[in-house]
Nanobody
């Protein structure tokens, strides 16, 4: 399994931008599909974006389409999530996750998780 560490969270005003990153350990990073999830207080963890092993296929929740972009660099074992036009509804702890085979949108399908990074969007 891979070990995942997120970074890049913080406080941003509505309309602003942040860029999240996820660094993975291990030599098999390119065999994993990667996902970003988020969990707001009192809410269930939800899918935000996912990317295939090669990066050729990406998937987004409707709520972030056109504002967030997921990408990966297999040479550097990293996944990125630039976020723009943020709203207070984007406030949550954001988690990076990894699994094999195909991207899925349910958290239960991902065995590997980072510790999370807080994103707060002020109005």
């Amino acid at each position: 399994q891979v070990q995942l560490v997120e970074s890049g969270g913080g406080l941003v005003q509505a309309g602003g931008s942040l860029r999240l990153s996820c660094a993975a350990s291990g030599r098999t990073f390119s065999t994993y599909v990667m996902g970003w999830f988020r969990q707001a207080p009192g809410k269930e963890r939800e899918f935000v974006a996912g990317i295939s092993q090669s990066g050729s296929s990406t998937y987004y929740a409707d709520s972030v389409k056109g504002r967030f972009t997921i990408s990966r660099d297999n040479a550097k074992n990293t996944v990125h999530l630039p976020m723009s036009s943020q709203t207070p509804a984007d406030t949550a702890v954001y988690y990076c996750a990894a699994k094999v085979v195909v991207v899925t949108t349910t958290p239960g399908g991902y065995p590997c998780w980072g510790q999370g990074t807080q994103v707060t969007v002020s109005s």
